[in-house]
């Protein structure tokens, strides 16, 4: 009976011929609803459907909403207030202070986190024994979280103790200790984010780059070390091209995850213990988070979540549009 | 030559040296989870503590202001519905928009994928706006309904289940199943490969997530084991084995799924970040 019902799809509808239907009766057409492919969908795609309609759909349309609201301690439809909470946020100093420094981070972490990451993948790819254990020492890092990777970072590594690994190591070339998450100028606290996120991310994106670098075929290399290719021109005349697919999906979730920092920047700069400054740098959600769960002003930080989303959502396309993302999908 | 041994002798060398870079942390947490404020504070350096302080462990879990064994339970138990149902929602969802002809469907497809283009974590104001409203302020499924919907994965999926050939169901059908059968005697099982590297995935994810269960944990009964550690992380009481303690504890778990997963996890993100 199912089975019957069943062979309504793709068969019959590519060679079209009533006869592959065994029990004959009118073949169904296409425009037709087949009652029990809808059913099998519905039960399948439902539930992750309505989910996204509720809290992607539902959820951004509904704060869209309260972003024109004043909604100050309530997330019901206020008092409609038009463009004021737009217009409160973008005379905001430090809001706008936040996304110079989002744009300054993503422009240092982006090419770093890139080059470090395809310098490992190369490495490690030319390592012939052992190379599963390289990769794992490389990727255990991206087990840990944002919180644990913080705290060894900024009451271990980057103490200001002069006992403090970093301070140790400025010592050795007599240099003293220094208060790396307070010092401003120079901002040596810099130092402390970018390493911290490199160390986290670096083995996840050189898995990538290795699994670019498994599918380029030896034969190329063969041929282009008979032409007298060496080294160098190896890499950028073959290796780098082949990469392209990976390096385009790999910059694009690198802006992205460089764009949503949050994690790092709570856990580093807000508060007390050796941390006894005020944050130095303030990313645009930890500044969203401020604005909706401190001060639950959530007309405003609705609308610091469309101002965000604009910025991210740009971006992205200008990348896509460079780099020709898109394309290779598929 | 000898230029070709020594090159290949730096390699070696930077190799190793980067090795030892990236473990480091590792030894430091574990090193400093072991010692006592003075042996840390102090400017000598040791590599090991000569006495072995394991009652720092112990007096995490009796610390009555940090709820770590309910937050490590908390996080045990999101992780644990998060990594299995998230991977399975969308593997049913994505063999349907793969196979499943029915009217439409381009455009729901459309419509999960322009949910991609949303970041996510720029989304917790209006999912917390939409949730608090659910009442799911402080409660379990609060902390775990809107990680259970991924797209993108919904998308892999698709992709995996276009290119599964179709003899394989042409039998399934001959045997009388319909297509709710197909996916779950057939196309499902097949893709053990592919739930297990998502599902790792997912897994890490949902245990190191950090701002929804921020956002919406607000009660310690509600904290998970990243809120618990930050807690203690950002408060002002100074405890600083403690608090290493605290990290070893939070990472421990994910550390050895990660050993003992590995080959899934590397799968996983060869898969989803090529198609991404």
Request: glycine share 10%; hydrophobic share 50%; with cysteine.
């Amino acid at each position: 009976m199912t089975a019957l019902s069943d062979t309504s799809t793709p068969r019959s509808e590519r060679d079209g011929s009533p006869a592959a239907r065994p029990r004959g009766g009118p073949a169904p057409t296409r425009r037709r609803p087949d009652l029990r492919a809808w059913a099998a969908f519905a039960l399948l795609a439902g539930p992750m459907l309505i989910g996204l309609g509720v809290f992607k759909y539902v959820a951004i349309g509904w704060s869209f909403l309260l972003s024109f609201c004043n909604a100050h301690g309530t997330i019901a439809l206020g008092t409609w207030v038009g463009l004021d909470n737009y217009q409160q946020l973008l005379n905001d100093e430090t809001f706008r202070g936040s996304l110079g420094q989002i744009l300054l981070f993503t422009a240092f972490i982006v090419p770093v986190t890139f080059a470090v990451s395809l310098g490992l993948a190369l490495l490690v790819h030319r390592v012939r024994r052992g190379r599963a254990v390289l990769r794992t020492a490389f990727l255990i890092p991206t087990a840990v979280s944002y919180v644990a990777a913080s705290l060894v970072w900024k009451m271990c590594l980057f103490n200001g103790l002069p006992a403090g690994i970093a301070n140790m190591m400025r010592g050795w070339f007599g240099m003293d200790a220094v208060p790396w998450i307070q010092t401003t100028e120079p901002p040596l606290y810099w130092i402390v984010l970018i390493t911290l996120r490199l160390w986290l991310q670096v083995g996840f994106y050189m898995v990538l780059f290795l699994a670019g670098l498994q599918a380029i075929p030896r034969d190329v290399y063969e041929a282009a070390a008979l032409d007298g290719a060496t080294g160098w021109r190896k890499l950028r005349r073959i290796t780098l091209p082949m990469l392209r697919n990976t390096s385009v999906a790999v910059l694009m979730l690198q802006f992205i995850a460089a764009f949503q920092a949050f994690d790092e920047f709570y856990n580093l700069f807000s508060s007390g213990l050796s941390g006894t400054g005020t944050a130095p740098v303030q990313t645009p959600l930890v500044h969203l988070y401020n604005t909706a769960m401190g001060a639950q002003n959530y007309g405003l930080g609705s609308a610091g979540a469309f101002v965000l989303t604009a910025l991210i959502v740009t971006v992205t396309l200008i990348q896509g549009r460079f780099t020709g993302f898109g394309k290779g999908e598929e | 030559m000898t230029t070709r041994t020594s090159t290949g002798a730096l390699r070696g060398l930077l190799i190793g040296l980067l090795t030892l870079a990236f473990l480091a942390p590792f030894y430091l947490m574990l090193r400093n989870a072991l010692m006592d404020t003075r042996g840390l504070t102090s400017p000598e350096w040791t590599w090991w503590p000569t006495e072995m302080h394991w009652e720092n462990f112990t007096a995490l879990f009796s610390d009555p202001t940090l709820h770590m064994s309910q937050a490590l339970g908390n996080s045990l138990l999101i992780a644990g519905i998060t990594a299995p149902a998230s991977t399975l929602l969308a593997s049913a969802a994505g063999y349907a928009l793969a196979r499943i002809p029915v009217p439409g469907r381009g455009v729901l497809l459309a419509l999960v994928v322009a949910t991609l283009m949303i970041p996510g974590s720029v989304t917790f104001v209006p999912t917390f706006v939409v949730v608090g409203s659910m009442g799911g302020v402080n409660t379990l499924w609060g902390l775990i309904a809107p990680g259970l919907f991924n797209p993108f994965a919904v998308l892999l999926f698709r992709n995996f289940y276009l290119q599964f050939p179709a003899e394989i169901e042409e039998a399934g059908r001959l045997d009388g199943l319909g297509w709710f059968g197909l996916y779950r005697r057939i196309a499902l099982p097949s893709s053990g490969a592919m739930l297990a590297s998502l599902g790792a995935l997912a897994f890490i994810d949902s245990w190191n997530a950090f701002l929804w269960p921020l956002v919406i944990g607000q009660d310690p009964s509600s904290w998970t084991a990243q809120i618990a550690l930050s807690t203690f992380l950002t408060s002002q009481t100074i405890n600083l084995p403690g608090l290493f303690a605290g990290a070893v504890v939070t990472i421990a778990p994910l550390v050895a799924m990660f050993l003992i997963a590995q080959r899934y996890i590397v799968e996983g993100i060869a898969t989803s970040g090529l198609k991404g």
